[in-house]
């Protein structure tokens, strides 16, 4: 069956650049999740989806960053004016219910210039 | 939150067993203790997880300290394909509370 999408796989932006990155999650999977993986790093939480209810945006590191999922399916990740720290691996990853095992997409790697 | 603290690598030769190990002293009583690995410019992947009996499944066994501070991770035969960042995460309520992660080497 078909996993965790996300597109696009790699993006360049330049400063000051809006951008918006997407997840298709499993079909049927009611938890969606967002991570910031820096380089050689383990991913950090940003924020939480159930079903289209955005439940924990906590580890949203400043109010550019923006997520939706409007259906309680797919979900983008908005990042206004982007900054060179917002370079990293953005990754995407659902799962069944709340205390289910999350399964991840490939992530995008974004590069801000 | 709750850390977990992992060796930065680790070095196996190819078809031997690896024991990689995890410390979490400050584990809470409900927290799940989870692995993921991350095989270069791919996402993470569910290994195993547990609470507080050994575990074993078709890719590992989990074995978990009796008073839970610490954790093993064990891979029974190790490929080549089993290179990789391995992660010993804590799991509370819906949060994923991931460490710096190990870096395991499989030399042929």
């Known amino acids: 069956g078909a996993g965790v999408s996300q597109s696009p796989r790699y993006k360049v932006a330049k400063r000051g650049q809006d951008v918006a990155l997407r997840c298709d999650p499993i079909s049927g999977h009611v938890s969606l999740f967002w991570y910031q993986q820096a380089l050689g790093q383990g991913p950090e939480f940003l924020t939480y989806f159930q079903n289209e209810a955005q439940l924990d945006k906590s580890g949203l590191p400043s109010d550019r960053f923006f997520a939706e999922r409007p259906e309680g399916s797919v979900s983008t990740l908005k990042i206004q004016r982007t900054q060179q720290e917002d370079s990293a691996v953005y990754l995407c990853?659902?799962?069944?219910?709340?205390?289910?095992?999350?399964?991840f997409g490939a992530g995008t790697r974004l590069s801000v210039l | 939150d709750a850390k977990t603290t992992q060796p930065n690598s680790m070095e196996s030769n190819e078809e031997e067993p690896v024991h990689l190990p995890c410390n979490h002293s400050t584990i809470s009583g409900t927290d799940y203790i989870h692995w993921y690995r991350q095989l270069p410019s791919q996402g993470p992947e569910y290994v195993i997880h547990g609470l507080t009996s050994n575990v074993n499944n078709r890719m590992a066994s989990l074995a978990i300290a009796e008073d839970r501070k610490s954790s093993t991770l064990i891979l029974h035969r190790a490929t080549l394909r089993d290179a990789a960042v391995y992660y010993c995460i804590l799991k509370s309520n819906y949060q994923l509370i991931w460490g710096a992660g190990t870096k395991l080497i499989i030399k042929p």
């Open positions: 990853a659902s799962s069944l219910t709340f205390s289910n095992i999350q399964y």
